[in-house]
């Protein structure tokens, strides 16, 4: 937690639940990927919070924009980015989408099948795209492989007949999944990545851009990787595979520019031993869980951490099963692997919950249980 | 899809996705059950869709509601209903919102642990309480179990407590769980809850409520038992067990009341084959998926009825992964279970997704990668 967010809870008391998200980290998050990748440009993975002030701040910055949807390149118009910096980065787009984007002047669109292309050839003609290769996401907390992307092979048969569609096949992306915690997931890729791209190049394709993804990971409870480590090996990489001949460079932070940026401040709401012995164990009932934007515990995935006012005063703690407030039974948190909390935890207490400042207040159901969605303070 | 239903869609062409619920299927589910359990009072479990017009229409009725927070207590008072109608059924609840219950007069209460009923006996002084109780939810395609109630030893020990603490140890209760499939799990509930219900008494508690939850289900794809035979069921086993001296019967459905008194209408965003061959999976992405209200396909757990326009016209179907249209890679619906769907579809069709009258409209992100929440249209 920053001293700004600190000051924000000590002043200002916030009603709970709620997100407090210091924009200076974001603005440094961006400087620091910028300082260690120079060659690249940014386009920040907008889903990943999609706060105005977060858009501004990065627009003045001289950010790029990847969005998933039109509803998403509009706020990126509106927070003041021009659209030669929007990336429509979603696989799957509506033709009204699709069709808006070209008017407001987006030209750049990704796809990873023959129908989406024909989708585009039809209502962005001109347009600049990119294909997405399916690559490995061994390392991802929160995989992204399924959904997304094609083979090697589909993929060089659908950029060939994207330059006979009146598209300009402009270059490859990959994702190595999001929360990725190994380097070389970035070297594997970029590997498979340059070789088609090549291939292409040989067949005549004015291919111009690598389009490298998101994936770097924000620090929850276990140590990750750099920044500074990442970008090395993704430089070696590039430079290993293309030599002197670069690419223009994308790359797509999400969770890595305002995740650690944001702290949930949540209150209990019940501590328990729902089988009343000591032996039983404790449940711990926050004003926020699975459906109040936490809902990247699924399958306890992300791996958040919890500050309590006990936390240095109490010696003794156990651990506890997490759980949300709703009536929901899916609606746990924590239960394989329980969370250690001081036992003098009690409901009433405040429960810090670091680095939620991506993916995290989206999620959140418009008013699940009669609970309304998670209020977001910006400073 | 009833012929209002149908009739609106007709007339209105509404934008997708969106919701249609007809009131009239709800007050009929309403009367069913009624009809089938004349001595059960019907509390209506606000969660599975709070919509004003159907708390509305629900109190004209004479129902009362199982309210999860306070905002639900709230939205029932605003739609007309007396506080003696309501039952605040979260066994986890602020401080904050008992107090204003117990000020607004609520006087009805849950509770599954010792530290839950502190919290009521100081800021519900009087007020009338139960315990859930943990049974079996086997049958349920979404369980309850783990997150709620407690054993009948604790439970015997909390109404004793709850006693001597200034509050009325009213009754018990207990969840089979939602989307119940099996008549037999209420009667071996029933059997549960008798026991304790009379050894209770035996202690000298002036026992009179015993609530039998919700669970009862909807028809998605498979025919599951009609209310009639749950109503049957129930009522044998209530008179096994407590003869001619019935407690009063509470029953809290929610899915059951207005799950099939709603269709969602979407929209084919991409039917695409990933690979490229006519071997690779066909995926089919909608305007909707599990962050646009269809929260509850989580692993698949309820399997809702597609219909297309091509449904009779085209004889040929294949099996098909079901997606939403988010850059999410666990927002995928249906990928196991393949749903057949007819191979003339494409993107542009509209898909109307049967019974998702429960448990979508509130499931739904504020604004995940972008997209508005579902919009609501009740007739």
Redesign the interface.
């Known amino acids: 937690m920053t001293p700004k967010i600190s000051r924000f809870f000590a002043e200002h008391r916030p009603a709970t639940p709620c997100l407090v998200v210091d924009l200076d980290v974001v603005e440094s998050r961006y400087q620091a990927l910028h300082h260690n990748l120079p060659s690249a440009r940014i386009y920040y993975a907008?889903?990943a919070n999609?706060a105005p002030q977060i858009l501004r701040r990065l627009t003045e910055l001289g950010s790029s924009f990847d969005?998933?949807?039109?509803?998403?390149i509009r706020?990126c118009l509106a927070a003041g980015a021009t659209p030669d910096r929007i990336s429509y980065?979603?696989?799957?787009?509506?033709?009204s989408a699709i069709r808006e984007a070209h008017e407001l002047g987006i030209d750049l669109f990704v796809f990873?099948?023959?129908?989406?292309l024909a989708?585009l050839a039809e209502h962005a003609p001109g347009a600049r795209v990119f294909c997405r290769l399916t690559v490995e996401n061994e390392g991802a907390d929160?995989?992204?492989?399924?959904?997304?992307?094609?083979?090697t092979?589909?993929a060089r048969?659908?950029m060939l007949r994207a330059a006979t569609m009146g598209l300009r096949p402009y270059g490859l992306s990959f994702h190595v999944?999001?929360q990725q915690t190994s380097v070389t997931a970035y070297e594997t890729a970029i590997a498979r990545a340059s070789a088609l791209y090549r291939d292409l190049q040989d067949e005549g394709l004015d291919l111009q851009m690598l389009n490298l993804g998101g994936g770097f990971p924000a620090r929850y409870r276990e140590d990750v990787p750099t920044i500074g480590q990442f970008c090395t090996a993704i430089s070696q990489a590039l430079t290993e595979h293309f030599h002197n001949d670069l690419p223009d460079i994308l790359v797509e932070p999400g969770r890595y520019m305002v995740g650690e940026a944001g702290v949930v401040s949540s209150?209990v709401?019940?501590?328990?031993?729902?089988?009343?012995?000591p032996t039983d164990p404790r449940?711990v009932?926050l004003?926020i869980g699975r459906?109040g934007g936490l809902?990247e515990t699924?399958g306890e995935a992300i791996r958040y951490t919890f500050r309590t006012p006990h936390d240095e005063s109490d010696p003794d703690h156990s651990p506890c099963v997490l759980?949300g407030?709703?009536?929901?039974?899916?609606?746990?948190m924590y239960?394989k692997a329980r969370i250690p909390l001081p036992n003098s935890l009690?409901?009433?207490d405040r429960v810090d919950i670091l680095a939620t400042g991506a993916y995290v207040?989206?999620?959140?159901?418009?008013?699940?249980?009669?609970?309304?969605?998670l209020a977001e303070h910006y400073i």
């Open positions: 907008i889903k999609p969005a998933a949807s039109i509803e998403e706020m980065g979603n696989t799957v787009k509506k033709v990873d099948s023959m129908e989406e989708k929160w995989p992204l492989s399924r959904k997304f992307g094609t083979t092979t589909h048969e659908l999944g999001s209150e709401v019940l501590v328990s031993r729902r089988g009343g012995a449940w009932y004003d459906f809902a699924e759980a407030p709703s009536c929901d039974g899916v609606d746990i239960e009690r409901d009433g207040s989206t999620y959140c159901s418009t008013g699940f249980n009669g609970f309304p969605p």
